[in-house]
């Protein structure tokens, strides 16, 4: 047993080893640092490697030695390559990996053999993603739900919100998205990909694992488990891909007459007579000011249904007015239609959705009384310092089931079983 006894104990204060990402727009960089930060705040002693520079064997090992940490925290398995000078690993039997992966494994195959390590405890945004990792073969007793957080910023005034309307994130052509799965799939996985998609879109509530069976089954397929952990992620990654664009796409259009400020590539080219506002990519950290500084965020993810993501938190969470698709996670914790605005993909709902967007601009005070009671509501709920709380009793739980002093362990976070979690 570790001479430090259990983490947290009363007399020492958890040491964590941070590993910091690199990525696009430096979102999971952002994460991170709140992250830590906010462990900090726990009364964690943390130290950190950042992945995007030059890091040896050597100076890992000592980081590892020097700061003892009791549990390893990463994004989307940043590190996972780290080894020290022996080749050992990072993680021991005392101390756990705990990664929160924002990213669906679907589409990074080469995640599963890190995730199905016995010392790593991988925590997910969304359910289907953890049926993502059940179907990689990571045991669901290390998995956690852990959604995503949101940063609270300070409270900025409705004169100052320069931004009527305003979408962050990037769009793609569904049709150029499928015509690429020739190049990549063979034609019988073309062919499934096909069937998929055209099975799941009008359903994505319910997990597209679910859909790709019902299509081996009725193509009289039948794959061996080891080439199914290969061929599945391929599919219903390039199907993901696909329907994400196919629903984006559909929604824009029929909003194409509302001049929303619009961060992000490909609606220029796909929307060129629209009367949105075009603005170039930003960084996350730009996206959260803009978001702060606008009366109403569109939030267009379809695929989250069970889910919520940082965009649509940092909304709530600071003074915009959200109006989404539909999200049975935001459903179940706010009060949907009063504090915030759904929609599905069906012609009626955009409309409403259309209605209340108007009637909310021509009624500022109306909107701010809505979205500083939302903010009361989410502020101690929603954001990344309640999730590192709960990434803090989640890494309790984990050492102290190694060291011998078991507790309960948390709960997952999801309705068992999962698949009936996200049936639509």
């Known amino acids: 047993m570790d001479p430090r006894g259990a983490l947290g104990s009363e007399s020492d204060s958890p040491s964590v080893l941070v590993i910091h990402p690199m990525a696009n727009f430096d979102h999971l960089r952002a994460f991170s640092y709140e992250m830590q930060f906010e462990l900090e705040r726990l009364g964690c002693r943390a130290a950190s490697i950042d992945v995007g520079r030059p890091t040896s064997p050597a100076l ?6 020097d700061h003892r940490p009791d549990f390893i925290f990463s994004f989307n398995a940043a590190g ?9 690993r990072l ?26 390590r016995p010392h790593v405890v991988p925590l997910f945004g969304d359910p289907q993603s953890l049926l993502s990792a059940a179907r990689l073969g990571v045991p669901a007793e290390r998995t956690h739900l852990v959604h995503a957080g949101g940063h609270l910023g300070p409270w900025v005034e409705d004169t100052e919100r320069i931004h009527d309307l305003l979408f962050v994130g990037t769009v793609h052509d569904p049709e150029e998205v499928r015509r690429g799965w020739s190049t990549i799939l063979s034609p019988g996985a073309v062919r499934v990909a096909e069937l998929v998609a055209e099975s799941w879109a009008p359903r994505v509530a319910e997990p597209v694992h679910g859909h790709f069976d019902a299509v081996l089954r009725a193509l009289g397929v039948e794959l061996p488990e080891e080439d199914r952990k290969l061929v599945e992620p391929v599919i219903l990654g390039n199907v993901i891909r696909y329907v994400k664009s196919l629903h984006r796409v559909q929604i824009f259009r029929a909003f194409s007459d509302l001049p929303i400020s619009v961060y992000g590539s490909g609606f220029r080219e796909l929307f060129p007579n629209s009367a949105f506002r075009f603005y170039p990519n930003v960084s996350f950290a730009q996206s959260q000011e803009e978001i702060c500084r606008s009366k109403i965020v569109l939030n267009a993810q379809t695929l989250a249904a069970h889910a919520a993501g940082e965009r649509a938190l940092g909304a709530l969470l600071n003074g915009a007015l959200l ?77 102290a089931s190694k060291s011998g002093s078991v507790g309960p362990r948390p709960a997952a976070g999801a309705p068992a079983p999962l698949a009936e979690a996200c049936a639509g």
Request: aromatic residues 10%; contains cysteine.
């Open 80 to 88: 996972c390559h780290y080894t020290r000078p022996a080749g050992q």
């Open 91 to 116: 993680e021991s039997e005392g101390c756990p990996w705990l990664t929160f992966m924002v990213d669906d494994p679907v589409f990074h195959q080469d995640w599963g053999p890190f995730l199905r």
């Open 60 to 65: 890992i090992d000592r980081a590892l030695s």
């Open 323 to 399: 109006v989404t698709s539909e999200s049975r996670f935001l459903a179940a914790e706010l009060d949907a239609g009063a504090d915030f605005v759904p929609f599905s993909l069906e012609p009626a709902s955009m409309a409403h959705a259309r209605e209340r967007i108007a009637h909310f601009l021509a009624n500022p005070e109306e909107r701010t009384l809505v979205t500083r009671r939302v903010r009361e509501k989410t502020r101690d709920r929603h954001t990344w310092a309640e999730r590192a709380a709960r990434v803090l009793t989640i890494a309790k739980a984990h050492r």
